[in-house]
C-alpha cells in the first residue's frame, strides 16, 4: 500500500476497492467479553460490503464463521457469532441471535473494509460487491461502547495492501 496516499482514518471505496488490515487490528475476546466496532459511513449504496473478517485469502467462506457488516436491500446488516447489536447514530441498541450451538466467532484472515478481493466467494455469496461511499474513523475495542474512549485506526500504517481507495471528500 503505498505510504504517501491521502487518507488515515477516511478511505472512500468504489464496488470492488478495499482495504485488507491485518487480523491484529481486532483482537479476539472470550465468549462472555464484550467486542465493539465503531465507524461512520456516508453511502448512497443500497448494497454492499463494509467491513468483513472470516476466512483467509483464496478460501470460500460458504459455512465459515465470520464477522460482517453490510448493506442489503438499503438495510445495515451486521453478524456474528451467537449474539450481536447494533446500534445506529446514538439510537437504541437492537439485538440478534443465531441460530446453532456455537457460543464465539472464530474467524480467519485479514479484516477486510470497504469490500474484498472476490467478495461473493470470500463472503460465500452474502455480498457480491464492496461498498460505494467513505468509512471514517473505524475503531475496534474489547470493550461495550462508552466504557473506553474509542481510538481511530491508522489506514496508512495498519494497511497491508488494498485497491481502488481514494481520500473522502470533505
Known sequence: MDRD????????????????????????????????????????????????????????GKGKDFISLGLQNGHLVFRTGKDGYIQIDGGAALHGQSKGRSLMVNTKGSVYLGGAPDTAAMTGGKFVSGMTGCVRNLAVMNARPGQQPAQAIDLQTHGAHGMNVLPCSS
Open 5 to 60: 496516499s491521502p487518507y488515515q482514518y477516511a478511505a472512500q471505496f468504489s464496488d470492488d476497492g478495499y482495504i485488507a488490515l491485518p487480523k491484529s487490528v481486532f483482537p479476539r475476546s472470550g465468549q462472555h467479553s464484550p467486542e465493539t466496532i465503531e465507524l461512520e459511513i456516508n453511502t448512497g449504496s443500497s448494497e454492499g460490503l463494509i467491513l468483513w473478517q472470516g476466512v483467509e485469502l483464496g478460501e470460500h
